[in-house]
């Protein structure tokens, strides 16, 4: 087993690095909130007071943040990783970010010796609190088989997907398809609903046809009872979204649909539901028909 620093211990690191503790790996962790250090010290894990003191001597060092900014922040400020974790350590990316931070990232860690992987993850809180994420991974083939104990205890599917920088451009490929998938689920209820038809029996019926889905399954009752406690907040939704786009300038492609979801989501967010879970796409499809 192997001792981890883990960086971010938020809605999805908090219940990874307990993950992590319980596959038997010795785990010291360090968030700007206590919650998570707490919940990782009831666990069995160790708390940091800063990034230096969670990843030196680390054999695995693990980041889980929200933005860009954090990550670099976090990798190449005072005290950050680059220059605190010891030569040969790997260091994991489990944060959404752009391709690019992550290639540069990866580039300033191998001149250090650090062995570094893109890997961003998708499930949600739910799927970090059961250990069954999705995990997108970029990086070198020896080094995504060192990491294969860290994803085994966090994820179900894990998979090397290229080089530097891949991870991140197949998670906004994940989050285009999540967006589009809860815009149309969300035009299904509103037609059904306007045309006085049982929404939640039409939906069970499409759950169980060529129209189903992992978002069906476990987002359509809560949509259809308007519950929208986030899992994953739109306003993380519409930072992705301005990643799958700029990833489309930068591949040279056009993605018109994920145009129209990228709107859809900015749409969300400029109501005043960028707090809510990505599901609440549902409340913008009712504005636009009149139906709120």
């Known amino acids: 087993m192997s001792t981890i620093g883990f960086v971010g211990l938020g809605i999805m690191g908090a219940p990874m690095a307990r993950h992590l503790v319980a596959a038997g790996h010795e785990v010291t962790g360090h968030d700007l909130s206590p919650r998570g250090v707490d919940a990782l010290v009831a666990a069995g894990g160790h708390a940091a007071s800063g990034v230096a003191e969670a990843v030196a001597g680390a054999e695995v060092v693990i980041t889980m943040l929200p933005q860009d900014e954090h ?43 650090l062995r570094v992987l893109d890997a961003p993850v998708s499930g949600g809180e739910k799927g970090a609190v059961d250990a069954v994420l999705s995990i997108m991974v970029g990086g070198a083939r020896e080094d ?110 056009a993605l018109p649909m994920t145009g129209l979801v990228a709107s859809l989501i900015a749409a969300a967010r400029s109501r005043g539901y960028g707090s809510l879970d990505h599901s609440a796409l549902l409340k913008v499809v009712e504005d636009l028909s009149g139906r709120s």
């Open 71 to 113: 990550v670099e922040e976090v990798f190449f400020g005072p005290g950050g990783i680059l220059e605190s974790a010891k030569p040969g350590a790997l260091y994991i990316d489990f944060s959404t970010i752009r391709p690019e931070t992550s290639q540069r990232v990866a580039a300033a860690g191998r001149e250090r010796g």
């Open 144 to 253: 995504f088989d060192a990491a294969r104990p860290v994803f085994e205890a966090v994820g179900r599917t894990f998979e090397l997907v290229g080089g530097s920088g891949a991870g991140q451009y197949v998670k906004a490929a994940n989050q285009l398809i999540v967006g589009g998938t809860f815009g149309l689920v969300a035009e299904a209820i509103v037609l059904m609903e306007a045309a006085g038809v049982d929404a939640r029996a039409g939906l069970d019926v499409i759950a169980g046809g060529l129209a189903a889905s992992r978002i069906l399954d476990l987002k359509r009752g809560s949509m259809l009872a308007r519950s929208f406690e986030p899992g994953f907040r739109i306003d993380l939704h519409h930072k992705d979204m301005g990643i799958a786009t700029a990833a489309a300038r930068s591949a040279d492609v």
